[in-house]
């Protein structure tokens, strides 16, 4: 199985400042179609899964654009320019390259 | 809009079944692999298992032999078909809709609690 590693597993930030996720996987998450299926998901209190960066850097349909996705081969990172209150949850990364599909522990974003 | 509204949770013994389904509305679910995703309480997201749109299946070791996944393309409807089932498969379990290699749209969650 393909392991995937979050850090920090906490993220205390201040509103209007930055935030900054790393996903590591245990090996390359390039598919042999040669698309790299490692997107990220946001999970707020109490809510669903929400699908926020596809394919390493692609946003989804209604997703703010101060989220964006980058990275290759088995290192990842989701950026935030500016943390707004709705940010609040916890965000994953996931890798669907190969079976089994696997997450990372999952990055807990609160505000300070 | 899409929805995805899974029902068939519930507080079942262990060693029993449960049959959950995932209804499908606001897109063409025959175009579309589904995926059954699962949450312990307090816990992360673990993937269960998915079916192509041909109906070709893959499962976690953990659920393997255990736990079916099927669908039912006239009736927009995934289920999830639980057997033998243990206290940690306790969990909300949300069905979600793949593009390939991502998870566009989830549903709400429905809980199951294996316990005596």
């Known amino acids: 199985d393909i392991v995937m590693t979050q850090t920090p597993l906490s993220s205390p930030v201040t509103l209007g400042q930055p935030a900054s996720i790393s996903c590591r996987s245990g090996?390359?998450?390039?598919?042999?179609?040669?698309?790299?299926?490692l997107s990220w998901l946001q999970q707020r209190p109490g809510q669903p899964p929400r699908l926020l960066i596809y394919k390493i850097s692609n946003r989804f349909s209604g997703v703010p654009d101060r989220f964006s996705g980058s990275g290759a081969g088995t290192d990842f990172t989701l950026k935030i320019s500016r943390v707004e209150a709705e940010d609040v949850g916890v965000y994953y990364c996931?890798?669907?390259?190969?079976?089994?599909?696997?997450f990372g522990q999952g990055t807990k974003l609160e505000i300070k | 809009e899409v929805q995805l509204v899974e029902s068939g949770g519930g507080l079942v013994q262990p060693g029993g079944s449960l049959r959950l389904s995932c209804a499908a509305s606001?897109?063409?679910?025959?175009?579309?692999?589904m995926n059954w995703v699962r949450q312990a309480p307090g816990k992360g997201l673990e993937w269960v298992s998915v079916?192509?749109?041909?109906?070709?299946?893959s499962y976690a070791d953990s659920v393997k032999g255990r736990f079916t996944i099927s669908r039912d393309n006239s009736k927009n409807t995934l289920y999830l078909q639980m057997n033998s089932l243990r206290a940690e498969d306790t969990a909300v379990y949300y069905c979600?809709?793949?593009?390939?290699?991502?998870?566009?749209?989830w549903g709400q969650g429905t809980l199951v609690t294996v316990s005596s």
């Open positions: 079916i192509s749109v041909s109906g070709g299946t």
């Open positions: 979600a809709t793949e593009a390939p290699g991502y998870f566009q749209h």
């Open positions: 606001g897109f063409t679910f025959s175009n579309y692999a």
């Open positions: 996931m890798q669907a390259t190969q079976f089994p599909y696997t």
């Open positions: 090996q390359s998450l390039v598919h042999s179609d040669g698309n790299t299926y």
